[in-house]
């Protein structure tokens, strides 16, 4: 059996490139799936709190009570860094955040969804400043702030649900398995760091480490691309690893569809069809109606 413990990335994948035969190019590929697979920097979800202690004292007051019906609101995450720097630990963290942003509806990582869960400790900070300083800057009622805060944790489930229709299906385990496919594609393409960049002007030495490095952000970047490519055919979306620039839209279904020439399309395939159905149902039974009437 291939072991990859204490190799360089780049170490594997030299080996995979010089091995005899498929069978020995498969040793070495399956032992890095299992090493990138069974690495503790597993994909973890858990709660962020946006908590805030109210003062004691102002707990007692109108606005302070409607402070502390916000003072804890949550939300599930999953971590999006590490602070290890070996390549098992990067290319994994990679492989969890493809899987977080393109198919975990359940984790809404954009800011402008945060910044409204992170609104009531926001405004009680500034309420609690409001406080002491002359002249007071502070101008809502405690009806106003309810209202406010009201709003923004609406508008916060509103906006979740609205970008967790827009991720893709897709289980973890088969998306190990797609993912599997990509990093294979890229063991067969890899192009070293010194027949990279030989050719070309370049004051790179490779030394360890910038190989790694190469190779990691060779990685990460590749699988950017291939998922990019994985979304437009879920989407059936024609030009994939075209070079032209085509515009898409999000319809409110979640689908990406793409974009006319004027700019002005709205559905997706299936909800266009869906809405013709119902003008189409609509229009019989205005008829049926007319028939009906003696
Ligand atoms: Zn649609």
């Known amino acids: 059996m291939y072991q990859t413990q204490d190799y360089y990335m780049y ?35 858990s709660q962020k709190t946006f908590a805030f ?3 004691p004292a102002l707990l007692d007051t109108d606005i302070g009570r409607v402070f502390a019906s916000y003072s804890a609101l ?24 493809i899987y977080t942003n393109l198919f975990d509806d359940r984790i809404c990582t954009r800011k402008v969804y945060l910044d409204l869960l992170r609104l009531p400790k926001k405004l009680y900070f500034q309420w609690k400043k409001s406080l002491i300083t002359e002249p007071a800057d502070w101008t809502m009622t405690a009806q106003e702030l309810s209202l406010t805060l009201q709003r923004a944790v609406e ?3 509103r906006l979740k649900e609205i970008y967790g229709r827009q991720k893709m299906k897709l289980e973890w385990n088969e998306f190990c398995m797609v993912t599997e496919g990509f990093l294979r594609r890229l063991f067969h393409n890899y192009t070293p760091l010194d027949l990279y960049s030989s050719g070309r ?29 994985y979304q437009k055919k879920y989407y059936g979306l024609s030009n994939t690893g075209g070079k032209k620039k085509v515009p ?40 049926q109606n007319k028939t009906d009437t003696p």
């Open 74 to 97: 949550s939300c599930p995450v999953c971590s999006s860094t590490t602070d290890q720097t070996d390549f098992a630990s990067l290319i994994r963290q990679k492989v969890n955040n």
């Open 53 to 55: 202690q109210i003062e």
């Open 248 to 287: 898409y839209s999000r319809c409110a279904c979640g689908n990406l569809f793409q974009q006319n020439r004027q700019h002005n399309r709205r559905l997706c395939d299936a909800c266009r069809e869906k809405a013709r159905l119902e003008k189409y149902r609509r229009y019989n039974q205005k008829r």
């Open 11 to 45: 170490e594997i994948l030299e080996d995979y490139q010089a091995a005899a035969d498929s069978e020995q190019k498969e040793e070495i590929f399956s032992a890095f799936c299992s090493l990138i697979w069974n690495h503790p920097n597993q994909r973890k979800i």
């Open 155 to 157: 508008e916060s489930c």
């Open 201 to 229: 002007p370049s004051v790179i030495r490779a030394d360890t480490w910038q190989e790694d490095n190469f190779c990691i952000r060779y990685f990460c970047s590749g699988l950017n691309g291939y998922f990019k490519n």
